[in-house]
């Protein structure tokens, strides 16, 4: 069982910079692939980025490739997502989750809001 807690969200202006933090649970942090996804009012939950279990590899969504950035810290149990140059689109509930390597995403956190405004 994995237990994910994020952090770090909040009110922001257009243009600003924030880093969202996801505490995990358990010694074995280090086998989980971690990503971020995120939930508009009124739209699906889409994803935003992954990395890999060992913080090598990682892939964004188009919308937010060259502003955010996923980075992990095995040591601290902790994945990161510093969202910079930040756009009222952006502005949704931001969910981390964890997976296996050839499994589902099945840990999700309880999320945190971000709201940007113009």
């Known amino acids: 069982q994995v237990q994910l807690v994020e952090s770090g969200g909040g009110l922001v202006q257009a243009g600003d910079s924030l880093r969202l933090s996801c505490a995990a649970s358990?010694?074995?942090?280090?086998?989980?692939?971690m990503a971020w996804f995120r939930q508009a009012p009124g739209k699906e939950r889409e994803f935003v980025a992954t990395?890999?279990?060992?913080?090598?590899?990682?892939n964004y969504a188009d919308s937010v490739k060259g502003r955010f950035t996923i980075s992990r810290d095995n040591a601290k149990n902790t994945v990161y997502l510093q969202m910079n140059s930040l756009k009222p689109e952006d502005t949704a509930v931001y969910y981390c989750?964890?997976?296996?390597?050839?499994?589902?995403?099945?840990?999700w956190g309880q999320g945190t809001q971000v709201t940007v405004s113009s």
């Open positions: 990395v890999s279990s060992s913080g090598g590899s990682t």
């Open positions: 989750a964890s997976r296996r390597v050839g499994l589902t995403y099945a840990y």
């Open positions: 358990g010694r074995t942090f280090s086998f989980y692939a």
